[in-house]
């Protein structure tokens, strides 16, 4: 998703701009820009494709500007759709979604004005030029009051040209302020390891940075004091002696498992759990395949009715949630707007919310009641894999709390405990799985199929390998095979099947069958390794055996493992497949 970086200060501006804009990349983008300001008008340079195209800017003198990285919504990945966008005395950046630019550059171009691109964000630099009468922050309220949708800002003007200004709604922005120098950015990672103080913008708030120093305003422009945050302490994660984060991270599994299981239950979540009388979970991607997996313990721990909905669509519907129904909001990075939304909505309908996140302060905290942090560390790849194994960590020891509170003692918390040692010996099967990437790589399509707990991890398997191979592959429940999808199945679709549970193996095994007969390779990801040598199964790994209920924790870890080497297989970059971004913080 888009990526912001501003800087004004004593250094030159454009190696600062490039850095950032280096460290947002992970975040997924089609292009990228930067504007410096240059007398009385601004130097530009934008390129579609990487960052790097950019690299012969660092040279270009200028102590104030501002960069981007271009995820496109509205308009092709291009040059001319790339941003900085000019207009007159601005110069703009923009992350978010202005959901009537259509209407606004209608009433612009009607009006004589005569865009360069195709995008949303062209409308906002066009209205704040035609609102401008030498107060940058007046034009920019105005501006700011015609905007629907979401929208992080940074603005170069060139009758003020050591600053930057700013302006943020539902997309985040952070102002940081260093000696003689101030940044803009919207995510930590671009200034992790800056000296100075950061302070994150407020929904409705503005910012005026220079190199003395930043002021925020509200809504009616009036200065706001704002509370510190600890951004600039963050790490930037380094490859050291991997080729890709997504196999630096999967390393990094079982430590993300043991720093997220709960430890401790505070009284507020207590009290929170005890008036609990059913669990709505609302989430994305893989975040909404934890929740899948979540379902499955919290309902048999805890006799509890779990409902798992995509967020995009719970914000559109009319959830039935109010007093009683807890509502865990879970994501990776607290910043995806669907998510947002769907916590916003559920609090407005009387639910408690919990946000269940890795990024402290992320938007999603504002929106909850509670939060409970997930430790998996900054996750570089865009492809979650620690991130999910730490979300299940946490929820399931959130659903044996759950029960513990509800008078059911008798609960595998053990068994919690052992998941990062079993996770350790999950990595070393990932070997066994490299020689299937060959196999898989010029399938037509791919399944991935099990029951209960077995189903969740098939979901997340199948999740991977689309996002980082580009195959078609579907999840699915195996028993629901049969009802019309076995028509697809023949020779040229692998399918992986995942048995973790010894009491409905045999089941499973029944829907093996069913493809192996119709000509499907199988291939197996299981803990228990009788069902290795059966006929029908051409290629296996064997998994730690834990409580059925957590086994996605581990069995996942092959999946994760078969979509990076067949991606590798595929020539693909594991770590930015095209078109996607790390975290979407747009709808
Ligand atoms: C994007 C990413 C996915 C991620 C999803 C939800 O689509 O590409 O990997 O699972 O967003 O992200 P979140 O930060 O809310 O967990």
């Known amino acids: 998703m888009c990526g912001i970086i501003g800087y004004t200060g004593r250094r030159q501006a454009a190696p600062v701009l490039l850095d950032g804009l280096k460290r947002l990349e992970y975040r997924g983008y089609d292009s990228a820009g930067i504007a410096l300001v240059r007398g009385t008008g601004f130097f530009v340079r934008k390129k579609k494709g990487r960052v790097e195209e950019l690299s012969e800017t660092a040279s270009e003198r200028g102590t104030v500007g501002i960069g981007h990285t271009r995820w496109a919504t509205h308009g092709e990945p291009s040059e001319r759709n790339a941003h900085p966008h000019v207009c007159g005395k601005f110069a703009l950046v923009h992350n978010g979604i202005v959901e009537n630019g259509f209407r606004l550059r209608k009433e612009l171009e009607e009006t004589g004005e005569i865009f360069s691109s195709d995008t949303d964000s062209e409308t906002v630099v066009r209205l704040l030029n035609r609102l401008y009468d030498g107060d940058v922050l007046a034009a920019l309220k105005k501006t700011a009051e015609r905007l ?75 200065p706001v004091a704002k509370e510190e945050k600890q951004y600039g302490r963050a790490e930037v994660p380094q490859l050291g002696a991997f080729r890709h984060f997504m196999r630096k991270e999967m390393e990094e599994i079982p ?97 408690s919310v919990v946000a269940v996140t890795n990024v402290a ?32 960590a946490l929820l399931y020891s959130f659903a044996v709390a759950l029960a513990q509170g509800k008078g059911r003692e008798e609960l595998p918390y053990s068994a919690l405990t052992e998941l990062p040692a079993l996770a350790k010996r999950a990595l070393r099967a990932c070997d066994g799985v490299r020689s299937w990437a060959q196999r898989f790589q010029n399938a037509r399509s791919v399944f991935f199929i099990g029951r209960g707990s077995d189903y969740a991890a098939a979901l997340e398997g199948s999740l991977k390998l689309k996002e980082l191979s580009y195959l078609p592959s579907e999840g699915y429940a195996a028993g629901e095979l049969k009802h019309g999808t076995l028509a697809l199945i023949d020779r040229n679709t692998p399918v992986v099947a995942l048995l973790t549970n010894r009491e409905i193996a045999e089941k499973t095994m029944n829907a093996v069958h069913e493809a192996y007969a119709r000509g499907a390779r199988v291939f197996l990801v299981t803990s228990l390794p009788e069902y290795a040598l059966r006929k029908e199964v051409s290629a296996s790994v064997v998994v730690p055996e834990t409580d059925p209920l957590f086994s996605p924790a581990l069995s996942v870890i092959p999946l994760q493992a078969l979509a990076y080497y067949t991606a590798l297989a595929c020539g693909n970059d594991p770590d930015k497949p095209r078109n996607l971004a790390k975290s979407v913080t747009v709808e």
């Open 361 to 392: 302060d992320s938007t999603l905290t504002t929106a909850a009641d509670l939060t409970l942090y997930t430790y998996a560390g900054r996750e570089i790849g865009v492809a979650a894999t620690k991130s999910y194994n730490a979300q299940l």
């Open 148 to 222: 629907e949708g979401s929208y992080a800002l940074a603005i170069l003007c060139a009758d003020f040209p050591d600053e930057i200004f700013c302006a943020r709604r539902a997309s985040p922005l952070i102002v940081g302020v260093g000696a003689g120098e101030c940044y803009a950015v919207s995510d930590p990672v671009a200034v992790a390891g800056r000296e100075g103080k950061f302070y994150a913008l407020s929904d409705g708030e503005f910012a005026r940075l220079s190199p003395d120093g930043a002021t925020v305003y509200d809504r009616y422009l009036r």
């Open 255 to 351: 430590d993300a498992i043991e720093k997220s299981l709960l430890k401790f239950i505070d009284e507020p979540l207590k009290n929170l759990m005890r008036r609990t009388k059913s669990v709505s979970i609302v989430a994305c991607g893989t975040a909404y395949h934890s929740g899948v997996a979540a379902k499955t313990a919290i309902e048999a721990l805890a006799r509890i009715p779990v409902e798992v909905c995509v967020a995009s669509e719970y914000r559109y519907g009319n959830p039935v949630s109010g007093e009683g129904t807890l509502v865990l909001a879970v994501s990776q990075s607290g910043e995806t707007a669907d998510t947002i939304a769907a916590a916003r909505l559920a609090k407005e309908r009387g639910a």
